[in-house]
């Protein structure tokens, strides 16, 4: 994109500010959704007792953290630190992280995968379909060795490299697998997750009408998945990622200057959603050191 930072410059000063406003509150309220989840989650380990408002809290703090941290979900080791000052097990608080942002992100995948079978074949680029294809296929992989024991088995193989930590997985493990005894909950996190990740979809949608450009669903559904696991390679925050991804995969369709506009509008809501995240840090003093210990 070099060289054409003055055009990219000039699309940003033509955005609709109200449109971005919109997109940013969408935003917001697709984390506050997630928060619910993250609730349910924890609250299923039953022995972590948390409220709402610690859950949305723990939610952007982790926006705040991933601007420090590795890869873009780096601040889920901060909120796991700080759920764990809730319980005398550990494992659980990073077990009930864990369970919940792989739901949001299998969510994600499985709607792009839905979305393609319905998807005119002839419109959809080969690449984008195989790229779905392969991170469905890794999902369902993925999710059949959390949930099932005996697959699991057959990669035990693996646990020879991890001596050191060997027990530590295993009780890692063993805490995600039995959730599996717990469907109702699976199925009222993914509902949440379907809502959740449905205004996160229009939000986005909604920042590139707001700079004059307009983004069909369906690309919206079949690309946005692609982008979000590129954006858990080593990075900040997926920093560069992320937004090299979105003037690959958008650019095609309204031209790189804008594709790589909306990745900047999209920066500044994560900006903004991490600097309240960084006052929510900054002003409660249960996270200033540690949420309530149970007494």
Same mark, same amino acid.
């Given at each position: 994109?070099?060289?054409?930072?003055?055009?990219?410059?000039?699309? $940003?000063?033509?955005?609709? !500010?109200? $449109? &971005?406003?919109?997109?940013?509150? =969408?935003?917001?309220?697709?984390?506050?959704?997630?928060?619910? +989840?993250?609730?349910?989650?924890?609250?299923?380990?039953?022995?972590?007792?948390?409220?709402?408002?610690?859950?949305?809290?723990?939610? &952007?703090?982790?926006?705040?953290?991933?601007?420090? $941290?590795?890869?873009?979900?780096?601040?889920?080791?901060?909120?796991?630190?700080?759920?764990?000052?809730?319980? #005398?097990?550990?494992?659980?608080?990073?077990?009930?992280?864990?369970?919940?942002?792989?739901?949001?992100? &299998?969510?994600?995948?499985?709607?792009?995968?839905?979305? @393609?079978?319905?998807?005119?074949?002839?419109?959809?680029?080969?690449?984008? *379909?195989?790229?779905?294809?392969?991170?469905?296929?890794?999902?369902?992989?993925?999710?059949?060795?959390?949930? %099932?024991?005996?697959?699991? *088995?057959?990669?035990?193989?693996?646990?020879?490299?991890?001596?050191?930590?060997?027990?530590?997985?295993? %009780?890692?493990?063993? /805490? =995600?697998?039995?959730?599996?005894? %717990?469907?109702?909950? =699976?199925?009222?996190?993914?509902?949440?997750?379907?809502?959740?990740?449905?205004?996160?979809?229009?939000? !986005?949608? !909604?920042?590139?009408?707001? =700079?004059?450009? +307009?983004?069909?669903?369906?690309?919206?559904?079949? +690309?946005?998945?692609?982008?979000?696991?590129?954006?858990?390679?080593?990075? !900040? %925050?997926?920093?560069?990622? +992320?937004?090299?991804?979105?003037?690959? @995969?958008?650019?095609?369709?309204?031209?790189?200057?804008?594709?790589? /506009? #909306?990745?900047?509008?999209?920066?500044? #809501?994560?900006?903004?959603?991490?600097?309240?995240?960084?006052?929510?840090?900054?002003?409660?003093?249960?996270?200033?050191?540690?949420?309530?210990?149970?007494?």
């Amino acid at each position: 994109m070099r060289g054409k930072y003055s055009d990219i410059i000039g699309v $940003l000063k033509r955005t609709n !500010i109200s $449109l &971005f406003g919109l997109g940013l509150i =969408i935003f917001i309220f697709a984390l506050t959704v997630a928060s619910f +989840r993250l609730k349910l989650i924890i609250e299923a380990q039953g022995t972590i007792p948390i409220n709402f408002f610690e859950a949305i809290s723990l939610t &952007f703090i982790g926006y705040f953290f991933n601007n420090f $941290l590795p890869t873009a979900i780096g601040g889920d080791v901060v909120k796991a630190y700080y759920l764990s000052k809730k319980t #005398v097990g550990k494992v659980s608080s990073f077990t009930a992280i864990f369970i919940d942002r792989a739901i949001g992100l &299998f969510t994600m995948i499985f709607m792009a995968f839905i979305a @393609l079978l319905f998807a005119e074949d002839q419109l959809i680029d080969k690449t984008i *379909k195989h790229t779905i294809y392969a991170i469905t296929a890794i999902s369902i992989v993925t999710v059949l060795f959390m949930m %099932n024991k005996n697959f699991a *088995k057959k990669f035990s193989v693996l646990l020879f490299f991890l001596k050191p930590v060997e027990e530590k997985m295993k %009780n890692l493990y063993n /805490a =995600i697998n039995n959730y599996r005894d %717990n469907m109702m909950l =699976i199925f009222q996190s993914l509902a949440i997750s379907v809502i959740s990740q449905i205004l996160f979809f229009a939000s !986005i949608g !909604i920042l590139a009408f707001g =700079i004059g450009s +307009r983004i069909p669903v369906m690309d919206i559904l079949l +690309r946005m998945p692609i982008i979000s696991a590129m954006s858990l390679l080593p990075s !900040i %925050n997926g920093l560069g990622l +992320r937004e090299g991804s979105t003037v690959l @995969l958008f650019g095609p369709m309204i031209g790189k200057e804008k594709a790589f /506009a #909306v990745s900047i509008l999209w920066l500044f #809501v994560l900006l903004i959603v991490s600097l309240i995240g960084g006052l929510v840090y900054g002003l409660s003093p249960q996270f200033k050191v540690k949420l309530k210990e149970v007494e």
